[in-house]
């Protein structure tokens, strides 16, 4: 019997290139100036109104492919029967039909190889109802991939192809000049010795911070490479000229336009994460990425966890490496750090201003006073969560404050998406949660946050479909799959150190997350977690265990902890340590405790994941004594809390959302913010309007219920749709993305009297835009295809565009459809010869141009 896997290799090109050839379009007139990627369905002959080739043609070339194929089997040689060899042919003329559906476009199609593009063909025909053996799928395979490998030749022969891979090269081109010239200002003259401590410095940055840990992957944790796990967020600032909308910008771009800010987001929301992308871009020597303010720089990263100690005093700069466990930091020259600071070639990335307690703050904010008066021109970036610390915390330093948006549609998707690959799952697994995502705003809910995310793709592929729907729920369910199930599924049958039991490992790590949240810390230190271990062995019926066993098992096993530094343990999340202390709290029956902490911010979730453990009465005193407080954060948390409470005294319930009616409606659009956290659907009921309020506190209004997110939220923004106050008008138009796009823009964006500014972030948005009859104010955030917006923009509507796009703006003549076009803003530097193509009469903005030239 011939070797099957042979037999797609002998068809000869000279077969194989005419046939390919057949399923796509000859270019046309003019192809070669088309400048950007052309997705490969619109390039195929069997689809379209002006098509060439029939669907039944596709299969006459499938069964052209095979018959060339078995021709080059010698006699009895043949690897199928005749009937197979037809169910070859059927199996791969659908595959090759997907030519048609893909979304895949031409350079990124070159880019994945012969191997992955075939494997994203057969992704959408499940071969089962073809009946293949093992010969026909071998057969099958073979000939898909001899049909991808011409198919990837044929696309980078296309004019199109070439004429655009000479512009990318020449833009890359013009980049690395651009970068070199930067390098070339911001590089100082440099000894020997500091230039090769940086180099090997740099090294460290990369393998330090160049992986993500990713939960749930291996009925665990995983570490994935930075530079494809890395999911772009957004962060929001107020908009320019618009008092009541936000203005979302990339948040590895923050520091593009501001040399120092202050980033706030919710835990697990990806600041960390964030810092590290920017720490090891700012390292590498890749000088390509378009970010010119971080070339030629050098980051320090400093976690505030690390760098305050107990009865110390914050480092200096030649101490920051040795005060972070940098194991180069013995190595650095002396005065290196000043030296690159007095270059402004710092990238100093303080990570965690609530991880620290409240009463070394103020230090904290004087240490970074001191260090940005001293080296002035260095990019800062400090994060916290949005309660630790006052609005305006570090305004008076020069800092520009923005938050970090929860996750939208299109990054859920994007992040689902990507797990799944890297899990290795089938893309119909994640295809099923990404639609029960959107079905359920419970699980929306969790989901717009990447650490709750990654969660849930674990438990879903665990229990195979089956998901918590509250937060209390998917943490015990994450303990389990993490404690319980990790190396009995792995089959590990002799783990390092002691073998405990599920309950055993709750138990103790239930204790060493009480003992550092009753402490204000983030970390201990070695023995501080030996003696916790140590005092909890007799009770745990485990004396003739010793406490460096069980503390390695739970350190290696546990896959809750880690060391940091030699000699340092911290959990791998500060969401493990607050759910697990939580649960602690209650048994201890330490309610007055938690509640005596409800004005510290680190606290906050503690207090609320011990109120979903607490049973009824326990819940109903902790609610009274926390709407008893002089505060309003605690009537806040109370508020919080009742959605946490599985069972709630109807008095007490009555009492709390009495004190919550006190803070609505909200004061100012921070404070909406906090209510509708702390109320979600509960504040509903309260919120005043449409009539009988003016106009600020209409927006207000509107903003809250924005902020709740949920679908009796839309529900309630119904009632304000035809509000005739502007500043209504521009929330409700700058907010679609927080709800389902095609229901917001059915119930909300078709009834507005006046077409504000709307934000569009992929082609699903454009097309429900083109539904509505169009938009007249667009904001383009994101890659974008220039046919995606001469298709869906309605040219008779278009009056106003913002393009906030990613890549370098290198054609605008398009625009010329658009003749009711007035304004134009790019959010990109743009050529002065792009900027001439710009019909007369639009007044164009660019970064480097202030009106058209």
Request: net charge neutral; hydrophobic share 45%; charged share 25%.
């Amino acid at each position: 019997m011939v070797d099957v896997t042979a037999l797609g290799a002998r068809v000869a090109s000279s077969a194989v290139t005419p046939l390919v050839r057949r399923l796509f379009v000859r270019d046309g007139p003019g192809a070669g100036l088309v400048d950007r990627p052309v997705r490969i369905s619109a390039l195929v002959s069997f689809r379209g109104e002006k098509r060439t080739v029939t669907p039944k043609d596709v299969e006459k070339i499938a069964g052209e492919l095979v018959r060339r194929a078995l021709t080059t089997a010698g006699p009895g040689e043949e690897p199928v029967d005749a009937a197979e060899a037809a169910a070859v042919k059927d199996a791969l003329a659908r595959t090759l039909a997907r030519l048609g559906e893909i979304t895949v476009e031409d350079y990124e199609a070159v880019g994945l190889g012969p191997e992955r593009f075939a494997r994203e063909l057969s992704a959408g025909v499940p071969l089962a109802p073809y009946g293949l053996g093992e010969g026909g799928t071998l057969l099958y395979e073979r000939l898909l991939h001899t049909a991808s490998l011409h198919i990837l030749n044929f696309l980078t022969q296309r004019s199109t192809y070439v004429a655009r891979r000479q512009t990318v090269q020449t833009q890359q081109l013009a980049r690395l000049v651009q970068a070199v010239d930067v390098l070339l200002e911001r590089l100082p003259s440099r000894s020997a010795e500091d230039a090769g401590f940086e180099e090997r410095y740099a090294d460290h940055i990369a393998a330090r911070y160049g992986t993500l840990t990713i939960y749930g992957l291996d009925a665990g944790t995983r570490e994935w490479p930075l530079d494809t796990a890395y999911l772009s967020l957004e962060a929001t600032r107020p908009r320019a000229g618009r008092d009541v909308a936000s203005r979302a910008v990339a948040a590895e771009q923050v520091l593009a336009g501001h040399d120092q800010v202050f980033l706030r987001g919710v835990a697990g929301s990806g600041k960390t994460t964030l810092v590290q992308w920017l720490a090891v871009t700012a390292a590498s020597r890749v000088y390509d990425h378009g970010l010119t303010h971080l070339i030629g720089r050098v980051p320090f990263v400093l976690p505030m966890r690390r760098i305050v100690r107990p009865r110390a005093e914050l480092p200096f700069p030649g101490d920051f490496l040795r005060a972070v466990g940098c194991p180069v930091a013995g190595e650095q020259p002396p005065g290196w750090v000043e030296r690159v600071l007095r270059a402004r070639r710092g990238v100093l990335l303080v990570d965690g201003i609530d991880e620290i307690a409240q009463d070394r703050r103020a230090a904290a904010r004087r240490w970074l006073r001191e260090l940005v008066r001293a080296f002035p021109g260095n990019l800062w970036l400090v994060t916290s969560r949005p309660s630790a610390v006052p609005e305006e915390w570090l305004a008076a330093e020069g800092f520009d404050e923005v938050d970090l948006a929860a996750m939208g549609r299109e990054e859920i998707d994007t992040f689902v998406r990507r797990w799944h690959r890297a899990a290795g799952v089938d893309r119909a697994v994640g295809e099923s949660l990404t639609r029960s995502v959107r079905a359920t705003s419970e699980l929306r809910g969790l989901a717009t946050n990447p650490l709750m995310c990654g969660m849930l793709c674990a438990l879903h592929r665990d229990r195979r479909g089956f998901l918590p729907q509250d937060r209390r729920s998917l943490y015990e369910a994450a303990l389990t799959m993490l404690l319980e199930r990790r190396d009995r599924e792995r089959e590990l049958p002799d783990p390092d150190g002691a073998r405990l039991p599920y309950a055993v490992q709750v138990q103790l790590l239930q204790k060493l997350a009480w003992w550092l949240i009753r402490n204000g810390r983030v970390e201990l230190d070695r023995d501080e977690a030996l003696g916790i271990v140590s005092r909890s062995l007799p009770a745990l019926s485990l004396d003739d265990t010793g406490e460096e066993d069980v503390y390695r098992a739970l350190l290696l096993r546990s896959g809750l902890l880690r060391e940091p530094a030699e000699g340092r343990v911290e959990f791998l999340h500060r969401t493990f340590q607050d759910y697990l202390g939580a649960r602690l709290a209650v048994q201890e029956m330490d309610f007055d405790l938690l509640v005596n902490h409800a004005a510290a911010d680190q606290w906050e979730d503690v207090i609320l994941l011990a109120l979903a453990h607490a049973r009824p009465k326990e819940a109903a005193y902790m609610l009274r004594r926390l709407t008893g407080l002089a505060s309003p954060r605690g009537t806040l948390l109370a508020a919080a809390g009742l959605r946490y409470a599985a069972e709630v005294e109807p008095a007490v319930r009555k009492r709390v959302e009495q004190g919550l009616a006190e803070h609505v409606p909200p004061a100012d659009f921070r404070a909406a913010r906090e209510v509708a956290r702390a109320g979600g659907d509960l504040v509903l009921a309260l919120l005043p309007g449409p009539d009988g309020v003016d106009e600020r506190t209409a927006a207000v209004v509107v903003q809250t219920a924005v902020d709740v997110g949920s679908e009796a939220a839309l529900q309630f923004l119904t009632r304000f749709r035809d509000h005739p106050q502007r500043d209504v008008q521009v929330v409700l138009a700058d907010s679609w993305q927080h709800f389902d796009r095609d229901t917001y823009a059915r119930e909300i964006l078709a009834h507005l009297p006046q077409q504000w500014y709307v934000l569009v972030t992929s082609v699903d948005d454009l097309r429900a835009l083109h539904a509505l009859g169009g938009w007249k104010r667009v904001v383009v955030h994101g890659a974008y295809r220039v046919e995606d917006l001469t298709a869906l923009l309605v040219a008779e509507r278009l009056t106003h565009l913002e393009l906030d796009a990613p890549h370098p703006v290198d054609g605008l003549a398009w625009l010329r459809d658009f003749p009711r076009l007035e304004r134009l803003y790019v959010n990109a530097e743009v050529d002065v010869a792009v900027a001439r193509q710009v019909p007369e009469g639009v007044s164009l903005q660019t970064r480097n141009l202030s009106q058209r030239p």
